[in-house]
């Protein structure tokens, strides 16, 4: 099992950037495939960013591509999120996920640990 907390919400203009990190607990997180989603409150978590348990292999949602990474450390058990020219549309609860399948899955059904959450915010 893993758990996993989000830090590095906020407020930002549009056009500005936020590193999101996801910090888990555990001594297996070098197997887990890790993912980003965000959710708008009355809608499903939509994928963002996913990447493989040993980091070569990543996914983004279109919306994002160009503009936002993801990478992870597992020595230090964090997967990050790195947003530049952030959008009022990117406003959302960002939520970091692990699934133990060996696919960059995009559903959320497919991740079987959550974090809490974090808020993302970005003024026009």
């Known amino acids: 099992q893993v758990q996993l907390v989000e830090s590095g919400g906020g407020l930002v203009q549009a056009g500005g950037s936020l590193r999101l990190s996801c910090a888990a607990s555990?001594?297996?997180?070098?197997?887990?495939?890790m993912g980003w989603f965000r959710q708008v409150p009355g809608t499903d978590r939509d994928i963002v960013a996913v990447?493989?348990?040993?980091?070569?292999?990543?996914r983004y949602a279109d919306s994002v591509k160009d503009r936002f990474a993801i990478s992870r450390d597992n020595a230090k058990n964090t997967v990050y999120l790195q947003m530049n020219s952030l959008k009022p549309d990117d406003t959302a609860i960002y939520y970091c996920?692990?699934?133990?399948?060996?696919?960059?899955?995009?559903?959320?059904?497919?991740?079987?640990?959550w974090g809490q959450g974090t808020q993302v915010t970005v003024s026009s």
């Open positions: 996920a692990a699934s133990l399948q060996n696919f960059l899955y995009t559903h959320y059904r497919n991740y079987d640990y």
């Open positions: 555990g001594r297996t997180f070098s197997r887990y495939t």
């Open positions: 990447i493989s348990s040993s980091g070569a292999s990543t």
